[in-house]
C-alpha cells in the first residue's frame, strides 16, 4: 500500500515505514505529526483519488537537519563587484507510521 501526500507544497510516494527528508514540519523531535492532503492511494491495486478521499497518513518525527551548502556567487569582471551568499535548507527526516 502506497499513498500520494502533499506536504509543504510538494508531493510525496511514502509507504509504511519509510524513512524520507520533507521541506521543515513543525514539531519537536519524537512527536507524531498527521498529513491530511492525501491525493491518491494504492491498496493491493485499487487507486483511489480524488476530493472525497478521506485517508490520514501518520509519522514521527526523527530529526531536524540541514541540507548541503549552496553558494550563490556573483562577480562583474573589471569592476570590483563581488558578491557572495550562501544558505543551508532546513529538512525533517520523518518515518511514516501507517497510510488509514
Known amino acids: 500500500m502506497f499513498a500520494v501526500v502533499k506536504i509543504a507544497g510538494q508531493q510525496f ?3 509504511k515505514d519509510q524513512t ?3 521541506p521543515r514540519v513543525d514539531g519537536n ?11 491518491l492511494t494504492d491498496n493491493n491495486g485499487t487507486l483511489s483519488t480524488g476530493v ?3 485517508a490520514i497518513v501518520k509519522a514521527e518525527i526523527l530529526a531536524h537537519v ?9 562577480m562583474k ?6 558578491k557572495k551568499h550562501g ?5 525533517t527526516k520523518i518515518k511514516i507510521e ?3
Open 29 to 39: 523531535t519524537g512527536d507524531k505529526v498527521e498529513f491530511g492532503d492525501v491525493l
Open 20 to 22: 524520507l527528508f520533507v
Open 77 to 82: 569582471r573589471r569592476k570590483g563587484f563581488r
Open 52 to 54: 472525497d478521499l478521506k
Open 13 to 15: 510516494k511514502v509507504e
Open 98 to 100: 501507517s497510510i488509514a
Open 87 to 91: 544558505h543551508r535548507t532546513h529538512y
Open 66 to 74: 540541514q541540507g548541503d551548502k549552496v553558494i550563490a556567487f556573483k
